[in-house]
């Protein structure tokens, strides 16, 4: 016989046209050596068609029965889609008296794991006649196990290994995340993947990526996450959540995975920074299965995998913002102290009162630049981070509010706005007249995203604000770092009295990687 063990309904052969006769021994040792290795012996008549077979073959296929020993009636206990390459494998060995080999399974009961049997069998002759077809039947369901596991892991630590080169090559988050939804589908074998992110306001999940999806879904459908949902259920944790929702009692079937007719899922979080989740990836199944330990590893390791390149990402962006931030921000300067000699001019009587009370301004916006720049926003009070921020006007300024302390990533998102905003009103709102005045209120209040910083900006006795002027980067800016980056709001509300902007800020939130150029139009120059 040959060596290599066949596959799954696969058969191997010898190539001798004449194989030795087999004989059973009568030796009682056999029997017991049979038993030992669960090896069952049976033999198929030529001439009646008639087959026999050892008890522990029976034992191993319960259903054959010494009242049907047939060929036809051996068949039903085969898988059926493994029956024909037994078939075939018996009728060669008849035409060709090869030696033969073939895995099949047994015919599956209920949701019992499949059970997998190798037949082995030879021609038996007498007198140069073929006689009877003889052979073995050993349970190699362990073995098969091993093989199949043994397939996955290694189809699973490629594709992570590809995923992995993808995510620090492509420079296009989404491209990566279409190849993503495609990898896992074929190594899982899903019949839908998808990849939700959670949006501003941790109310809905839009679903950003996927694969088996009806058509004009990816990019616009969103589900709800509301508390006893699937989906929050699963980003409330940080492990796989495997479900099978003809039997789930946690919570009930998402109605856009029944309309898809999935049975069975398995969803994971994908974490963020701050414990905070980006999104959720999940596997679904049109069909009953079960989703093994491998299987929820591997989503496991693919949801952190994406973690860490969706944050790769997005300090690429952050670093990116920060440079041209830093360019639109020299800008505004210039034009500050532009503004700043003009205004100190009109309301000084003397050169020297002038060049006093200009320095003293100038050092203020020195001060506040040397703090934004080299404190590192580690924990910074906002009351001080504000001082700083608007220190050459805090003569025309009012800050009211509690003490409150800000993370790296609010303290510069907040101070990127002040200053955006501070610039706005220097060029067109209320510092740009000598009577102008600003006001700065704030409160924090716990919300179901946690602690969370409202802060008003608001003009009054400057310009009436129009509405027509096509907003610039600087609005884009504002928008990009407290809506998407910090997972707030911004609100424009031009009044008579002055422009107002209201601000809603969670303390220590960061959203997906954005640029500002992404952002609609609209808003402060």
Request: glycine content about 8%; proline content about 6%.
């Amino acid at each position: 016989m040959t060596d290599r063990t066949p596959g799954p309904g696969e058969t191997s052969t010898d190539r001798s046209t004449h194989p030795d006769p087999v004989f059973f021994a009568d030796a009682p040792l056999i029997p017991a050596a049979l038993d030992a290795g669960m090896i069952g012996i049976w033999s198929l008549d030529l001439a009646t068609n008639a087959l026999s077979w050892s008890s522990n073959l029976a034992s191993s296929h319960p259903s054959a029965s010494a009242s049907d020993r047939t060929t036809a009636g051996f068949e039903q206990q085969i898988h059926p889609d493994d029956r024909a390459a037994v078939g075939a494998a018996m009728q060669d060995c008849r035409r060709s008296w090869r030696s033969f080999r073939v895995r099949y399974r047994l015919a599956p009961k209920s949701d019992d794991a499949a059970r997998w049997m190798e037949m082995r069998g030879a021609m038996d002759a007498a007198g140069g006649m073929p006689v009877r077809l003889v052979g073995t039947c050993h349970d190699v369901t362990k073995e098969v196990a091993l093989d199949h596991e043994l397939d996955r892991r290694t189809r699973q630590q490629n594709a992570i290994v590809r995923l992995a080169e993808t995510g620090l090559s492509e420079l296009n988050l989404e491209t990566f995340l279409v190849t993503l939804v495609d990898v896992v589908a074929e190594t899982v074998a899903a019949d839908l993947v998808d990849m939700f992110e959670v949006l501003p306001g941790d109310a809905e999940a839009l679903l950003r990526a996927g694969r088996g999806w009806n058509s004009g879904l990816i990019g616009t459908a969103r589900i709800p996450l509301t508390k006893g949902s699937h989906s929050a259920f699963t980003l409330s944790g940080n492990a796989p959540v495997v479900i099978d929702f003809e039997a789930e009692t946690r919570f009930p079937p998402p109605s856009l995975l029944h309309e898809h007719g999935v049975v069975c899922a398995m969803t994971v979080p994908i974490s963020g920074r701050d414990g905070r989740p980006f999104g959720r990836l999940g596997v679904h199944s049109r069909s009953r299965r079960r989703f093994n330990r491998l299987e929820t590893s591997f989503l496991a390791v693919v949801a952190d995998l994406v973690s860490g390149t969706i944050q790769r990402h997005q300090l690429s962006g952050r670093y990116q913002l920060m440079i041209r931030e830093l360019r639109h921000r020299s800008g505004n300067l210039f034009a500050q102290l532009l503004a700043l000699f003009s205004q100190t001019a009109k309301t000084s009587r003397s050169v020297a009162e002038l060049a006093t009370k200009y320095d003293a301004r100038v050092l203020a916006l020195a001060n506040a630049h040397r703090l934004i720049t080299e404190g590192g926003w580690s924990s910074t009070p906002l009351s001080e981070l504000l001082r700083a921020l608007l220190a050459a006007y805090l003569d025309r300024t009012t800050l009211h509010g509690p003490s409150v302390r800000l993370g790296p990533d609010p303290a510069f998102g907040l101070s990127t706005a002040v200053h955006e905003l501070s610039a706005n009103a220097i060029k067109y709102g209320s510092l740009s007249r000598p009577g102008g005045h600003i006001e700065l209120t704030w409160s924090v209040a716990h919300t179901n995203g946690g602690a969370t910083l409202f802060l008003d900006w608001t003009e009054s006795n400057g310009p009436r604000p129009g509405r027509s002027r096509r907003r610039g980067f600087g609005s884009r800016l504002i928008e990009t770092v407290i809506q998407r980056q910090l997972n707030g709001d911004v609100q424009w509300d031009y009044q008579p009295e002055g422009l107002r902007v209201q601000m809603q800020i969670p303390l220590g939130r960061e959203r997906w990687p954005s640029s500002p150029d992404q952002q609609s139009p609209g808003g402060v120059a």
